[in-house]
């Protein structure tokens, strides 16, 4: 008895000092799924200081470059292994003309960038330049054609220009421009949020366009398209019926676009560095409906295509905030916090246990856009909470999917409540287990018990990215005060693993 009421005061001690309980089971997974590398992919539209002044840089800007390509950055993506990179947009793309941007530099045409502040851009970053700079990040590029202003025949064209390796006035062209071989692009979007900006179509309607580019976007020899049509946005599912229906396995995948806006509301997003509480509840109460959303999406997609050949594409997702005052509204430049970091451990989550259906998803956006991955000052670059989360999980890109069964605590605020920890599990070709581990919640530390079916190890290591205040964030003049620690709180205890969860924290673990 005395035993009995010991362990409840020591318990009763526990939650008063903050602490709380998970439980989780992982087992190998007999489908042999694997979380594809390209879950991790990036976006870099022509707005604000992505491309210009971002990765293309001012000829006198004393950093280290090739051509106008900024190196450091080249360098800082490169040790995450960005697997793929979108481009030129977004918006952009359905008012890009890919002629306007080839040939030499100085006598390309120019044109007014409507969607992101009415500037004018002057073409010198073209398609030549977006391929030398995914050459350099050696990752695959993503390529996003017109639909919305472009004709059947320009889009074709492209493709050509791309990918054919014969004799025609288009390759001819390619070569006159410095490039004999071709390129091999394999991504092609069919247009961006035709729903939208890219055209305010009709479910329908776009679905017929779909089919008419799609035909003369030719799959020419070493260098197959993989099409991915315009999805919807949230939760439009009459978009997602429709275009399994009329396209089904004609496109490699189909698009999904989904914003977490922290208030919900798109005239008054709230700010990227001065929230409270609430408010970061509230955010990621918004940010983790985007297991609702895939989930919804996949049904669709499973009744029209129940062996999974089409890719459900995330190619547009993140946290989207009021800009930085003082900075152009139509540049989208926003800081990027610890709240930010927690926002896309827990969206990769999301991603790699939906790998079955999710096969490619790309951040908005990598360079001084949205939720960047990297900030520029002139000269000056800084890594932002999101990057060191990239940093973190690339462990899991390519490896084997573990079926994972998760027991959490509650993360309750003002009567509401979200579970506390959400997590994701891999094993690798070398046989090493990676658990990425998120505690959501403001103020408890929590314990979780991990059970490991049918899987050998013996040892634990792991890496943790935390700060004191979910507001805290890198800045020029103190760029490091987020950044990736070794984590000591994890150990074996018999056949399970132990782990002290801090508030607000992204711990990755790795067993061997
Ligand atoms: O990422 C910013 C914009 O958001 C993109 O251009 C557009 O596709 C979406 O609405």
């Not at 007014?112 to 851009?121: L, R």
Request: aromatic share 10%; proline share 4%.
């Amino acid at each position: 008895m005395k035993k009995i009421i010991l362990l409840f005061f020591l318990l009763a001690v526990l939650i008063d000092q903050g602490y709380s309980q998970a439980t989780l089971a992982i087992t190998a997974d007999d489908s042999k799924l694997t979380i594809s590398r390209h879950i991790y992919g990036q976006f870099a539209e022509h707005l604000g200081h992505c491309i210009y002044g971002g990765f293309w840089v001012d000829p006198n800007l004393p950093v280290a470059k090739q051509d106008r390509i900024r190196l450091d950055i080249v360098e800082a993506l490169k040790k995450i292994k960005i697997p793929n990179l979108r481009w030129p947009g977004g918006c952009f793309a359905d008012e890009y003309h890919w002629r306007d941007g080839i040939g030499v530099a100085s006598q390309r045409p120019k044109m007014v960038n409507t969607n992101w502040g009415g500037v004018t851009e002057d073409n010198s970053f073209g398609t030549h330049e977006f391929l030398e700079l995914c050459g350099l990040l050696k990752c695959e590029p993503y390529i996003t054609g017109n639909v919305g202003s472009g004709t059947v025949d320009e889009m074709s064209k492209w493709v050509e220009y791309l990918n054919f390796d014969g004799e025609s006035p288009t390759t001819s062209l390619r070569k006159t421009n410095g490039h004999p071989a071709p390129f091999k692009v394999n991504f092609w979007g069919v247009g961006n949020e035709s729903w939208g900006c890219g055209g305010n179509m009709t479910a329908e309607f776009y679905s017929d366009q779909f089919r008419r580019y799609a035909s003369f976007a030719k799959d020419y020899p070493g260098a197959p398209l993989k099409k991915i049509a315009t999805g919807p946005s949230d939760g439009d599912y009459h978009w997602m019926e429709t275009c399994m229906k009329n396209i089904g396995t004609r496109m490699w995948g189909i698009s999904l676009h989904n914003y977490t806006i922290p208030t919900g509301s798109w005239s008054k997003k709230g700010s990227a560095t001065s929230f409270s509480d609430d408010e970061y509840f509230k955010t990621l109460k918004n940010c983790l409906r985007m297991e609702e959303f895939v989930t919804k999406h996949s049904a669709i997609m499973d009744k029209y295509d129940a062996a999974k050949k089409v890719a459900l594409v995330v190619d547009e997702w993140g946290i989207w905030t009021d800009p930085e005052p003082g900075t152009n509204p139509g540049f989208l430049y926003q800081q990027n916090s610890l709240r930010d970091a927690l926002i896309a451990a827990t969206t990769l989550n999301i991603f790699n246990n939906h790998c079955d259906r999710v096969k490619m998803a790309n951040l908005a956006q990598t360079v001084n856009v949205l939720q960047a991955l990297i900030l520029t000052d002139k000269e000056k670059m800084l890594l932002t909470p999101t990057y060191h989360v990239f940093d973190l999980y690339k462990v899991h890109q390519d490896a084997k999917y573990l079926h994972i069964q998760l027991n959490s605590p509650d993360f309750e605020s003002n009567g509401d409540k979200i579970p506390a920890i959400n997590v994701s599990a891999s094993i690798d070709s070398n046989k090493v287990i990676h658990i990425s581990l998120v505690n959501l919640d403001a103020h408890k530390n929590i314990s979780i018990r991990t059970g490991l079916k049918g899987l050998n190890w013996k040892t634990v290591t792991g890496q943790i990215l935390n700060s004191e205040k979910i507001t805290d964030i890198n800045t020029f003049q103190n760029p490091d005060k987020l950044k990736l620690a070794s984590f000591t709180g994890a150990k074996k205890a018999g056949d399970d693993l132990l782990a002290e969860l801090p508030a607000h924290s992204v711990v990755v673990l790795t067993l061997k």
